[in-house]
């Protein structure tokens, strides 16, 4: 019911912005609406300004477009849901565009004295992660998983839909530590601080982008892709901290 009202709203938001075929950027050129992991939020409007942007979790993304929310372009931060909205026909097939690593981030002030992944085992920790079945949780869960650590998921006091999620409440302070992106730390540096993670305990954090099939503005999205795949797109995601295949 929950992610049937957010693609219920998302129609009459976009229907509102003047979504569907007359929807024009500031050249007059049909804009693409694109829905794309919420760890893309800064470095997808540096891109292409003048696109419309739903940003959330992959997983929330994918089921918003099976349930056929308008969408023009899918990118998520993960390789297995745009892979199964390719293998029941939703999308064109995807492409690899960014990389990632995680990262263990703790409020600025590191109140509970958090300087690596053991620390995380002390009983008074808050530690908050990202929800089963959204990449960042599942990648969380991995690199624990190599770590030998599960056991800190009994600190755990919140799974987020989001990275954002994750990310907002250490910078507000209400949790110690969480496990996120190393790109979503630099728009809050003032607030976390982070801690790097052992190379061999990294997951494999690959993003993957498509053009939806029944793109209401093909054209534009396919154009969108090319400028994400291209030398400007590529020059911006290095910037913001991301890797390249």
């Known amino acids: 019911m929950r992610r049937a009202a ?24 049909e804009k693409p609406t694109v829905f794309a992991a919420s760890s893309l939020t800064e470095v997808f409007p540096q891109i292409e300004p003048n696109a419309t942007y739903n940003f ?10 099976q349930q056929g929310a ?29 990389t990632n690593k995680l990262v263990l981030v703790v409020p600025r002030d590191n109140p509970a ?14 530690l908050v992660i990202g929800a089963e079945g959204v ?42 530590a969480g496990f996120v992106y190393a790109t979503d730390v630099k728009p809050v540096a003032d607030k976390v601080t982070a801690i790097e993670l ?3 305990a990294q997951a494999e954090v690959s993003y993957e982008i498509a053009v939806v099939k029944d793109a209401p503005h093909h054209d534009a999205a396919q154009a ?4 994400v795949l291209g030398d400007d797109g590529r020059s911006a995601l290095s910037e913001a901290g991301f890797g390249l295949p």
Do not use: H, W
């Not at 969108?224 to 400028?227: A, G, N, P, S």
């Open 6 to 29: 957010l693609v219920l709203t998302l129609i009459v938001t976009l229907a509102g912005c003047g979504g569907g075929s007359s929807s024009t950027g500031a050249a007059g050129n």
């Open 113 to 126: 004295g958090i300087s690596s992944v053991d620390d995380l085992k002390n009983k008074d920790v808050k």
């Open 56 to 65: 959330a979790g992959s997983d929330e993304l994918a089921t918003q477009i």
């Open 224 to 227: 969108f892709v090319e400028q």
């Open 198 to 200: 052992p190379e061999d």
């Open 135 to 176: 990449p960042i949780g599942d990648y969380t869960r991995t690199v624990l998983e190599k770590m030998g650590a599960t056991d800190v998921l009994q600190q755990v006091v919140s799974q987020e839909d989001d990275v954002k999620g994750v990310v907002g409440k250490v910078a507000l302070g209400e949790a110690d």
């Open 70 to 98: 308008p969408a023009d372009v899918y990118a998520a931060a993960s390789t297995k849901y745009p892979d199964e909205l390719y293998a029941a026909g939703l999308v064109e097939k995807p492409e690899v565009f960014a």
